[in-house]
């Protein structure tokens, strides 16, 4: 069909085919401006009938904004403003396009809501948060902070639901209220956008949720089935093994005294270590015992707090270097379709997708 829009170099409209034909989608800011209009005709009458003596124009024009205002901050409340699976990352202004995408846009336009479902992509998506609260907070706009702060909430309601990674989600908030304690004292200095009582307000969400989460109770599940503690003990050792967290280890130690006394083995310590940590870094931060071991326990919480660990997430986002876009990969259609996420032009598109970590994610919108 023809190409419809207001400009040449715009996507065009959407749309739809029905039994009538072919009709033009309607966007959510022309719906509500309809809405708005009908609004202000039917309380332009209600004035002119009532009290036409009480309000003046200016009121009624006031009035008028008021409302719009309210209606889309409420409006605003979710994330409902992309859903989208891929976008184009450039950096530089061209003839087609003016600007340059930032990462309060990408997180805005990424499809985060979704991702945070995934069990594969919850860790991703939680320590990319960590990190924009860590660092980037007031780099992103109005919108992008409503955005973080509505996904954030469905990632707490999610824990306090199905009680999975709370300790996670405590470092998060750990982090971003000591951001958020910093920026409001330092107010006249800071770039935070958005009024002061915004801000303190979602501080004090903040304080909630960690109170929420430092009372949840994990309820003991009934289950008449095989359980953990009736599994062989090479068996528990590699489930033990291929846990990448020291934390996780001595959280599932307390579960049993089985699983204490294979969650203390010296080897499996060891191995934990070699995973994150260089050779070079061992030799700066030795811990012998008594008796001359090394203690590989203690190496490993002592480095730690010096080097970063290595991350291991299920799923993260994509970026394609031929195409510039960065995209979520879906595995089951990439697999029945032969799809890669993106419209990419590039003869082999699997040798150009390179996966993006959390910090890669920020350093791309770094210009």
């Known amino acids: ?8 170099r715009s996507p065009g409209w959407s749309w739809i085919k029905t039994e009538d034909g072919w009709k033009r989608c309607e966007s959510c800011s022309q719906k509500l401006e309809r809405e708005n209009n009908h609004c202000n005709i039917s309380h332009s009458i209600i ?3 009532e009290d036409e003596e009480i309000f003046s124009n200016e009121e009624h024009e006031y009035a008028s904004k008021k409302r719009k205002k309210d209606h889309f901050r409420n409006d605003t409340n979710t994330q409902s403003f992309y859903r989208e699976k891929w976008i184009y990352v450039h950096k530089e202004s061209t003839k087609e396009r003016h600007g340059y995408c930032t990462l309060g846009e990408a997180f805005n336009r990424l499809d ?23 660092s980037q907070l007031t780099s992103l706009s109005g919108v992008a902070q409503k955005n973080y702060f509505n996904i954030l909430d469905k990632i707490v309601q999610k824990v306090l639901d199905d009680h999975h990674n709370p300790r996670l989600i405590k470092d998060l908030l750990q982090d971003l209220s000591s951001t958020l304690c910093i920026l409001i004292r330092g107010v006249g200095k800071s770039v935070l956008v958005g009024n002061i009582n915004i801000w303190i307000c979602r501080l004090e969400t903040i304080l909630t949720w960690q109170q929420q989460l430092q009372d949840l109770q994990m309820t003991k599940q009934v289950n008449n089935g095989l359980t953990l503690s009736d599994l062989p003990l090479h068996m528990l050792n590699n489930i033990l093994y291929r846990f990448s967290d020291g934390w996780d280890i ?13 969650s203390e083995d010296r080897q499996l310590w060891k191995k934990l270590c070699q995973y994150h940590f260089a050779e ?3 030799c700066r931060h030795l811990i012998l015992s008594e008796k001359g071991h090394i203690e590989w326990k203690l190496m490993y919480f002592a480095l730690k707090k010096h080097y970063p660990a290595k991350e291991q997430y299920g799923d993260t986002l994509h970026f394609c270097r031929h195409c510039s876009i960065l995209f979520w990969k879906d595995y089951h259609l990439a697999l029945l379709f032969k799809d890669s996420g993106h419209p990419c032009t590039a ?3 699997d040798s150009c997708f390179t996966p993006v970590s959390p910090q890669h994610f920020i350093d791309l919108f770094k210009f």
């Open 47 to 49: 004035l002119n009938s």
């Open 280 to 282: 070079k870094q061992f």
């Open 347 to 349: 003869a082999d598109p």
């Open 112 to 134: 985060f809501s979704s991702a945070i479902q995934d069990i594969r992509r919850f860790n991703y998506v939680v320590k990319l948060l960590q990190l924009i609260a860590k």
């Open 250 to 262: 001595i959280t599932l130690g307390q579960v049993t005294p089985t699983l204490y006394m294979l």
């Open 1 to 8: 069909m023809p190409f419809l829009g207001q400009d040449w």
